[in-house]
């Protein structure tokens, strides 16, 4: 499998990688993929997937508010978050 990733393969490289990745993985595993740029995980990882756990979804997306570039037009829908 190629992963990890690198920051020199462009977006659908990496989008095609991480689907051939999942797609082997048992139906129970969550896969957590993180920007690890200017990622800081501050809980154990039990924490984060209770959490997960807890939101009853298959899919959870996240951003920290007000993110670095974010456009002006989506700053007031997103403030909430």
Known sequence: MALPITIFADYFVKVSRLRAFVALQCPSTVV??????DTFLTQ???VALQRFAAMRTGVLMSAKRL???QHDNDLSPSDPL
């Open 32 to 37: 957590m993929v993180v920007d690890a740029y």
């Open 44 to 46: 154990p990882a039990a």
């Open 67 to 69: 993110y670095s570039w």
